[in-house]
């Protein structure tokens, strides 16, 4: 298990769909980060079945499910596509433990709000 950029990033988004859809420009304009690489991550959310687009005027993306549905491992298993082995040992109870973690439990403090300001990098 690797914690990366990625991850982060596919957490603001998640983060983000909140209250109400956002499109991609709505998310990059607060976390700085590409349309682009926002598109590759957004890909890898919906075949993970946890977000939903919507077409057309009013459209952008929402979450699937709630955030008290959604834990730290589904983004984990979303964003690492790649060969996945079994865990034994330590790590195998910290995979357990992050399955126990869901979206819901951060702060709004912590929370992506795409009508906030725009980021200044």
Avoid: W
Avoid at 43 to 64: E, F, N, Q, W
Avoid at 89 to 107: K, N, P, W, Y
């Amino acid at each position: 298990m690797k914690i990366s950029s990625k991850h982060d990033a596919a957490t603001a988004i998640l983060l983000a769909l909140t209250d109400k859809p956002q499109t991609l420009t709505a998310i990059s304009r607060v976390t700085c980060l590409s349309i682009s690489y926002l598109e590759q991550l957004a890909s890898d959310l919906r075949k993970a079945k946890l977000i939903v687009p919507h077409r057309g005027p009013g459209g952008g993306y929402t979450l699937s499910r709630p955030l008290s549905e959604i834990t730290v491992a589904d983004i984990f298993s979303a964003m690492d596509t790649g060969s996945q082995r079994k865990s034994s040992g330590l790590f195998a109870e910290i995979r357990r433990r992050v399955a126990l973690v869901v979206l819901s439990d951060f702060s709004a403090g912590d929370k992506c709000n795409a009508e906030a300001q725009p980021c200044t990098k």
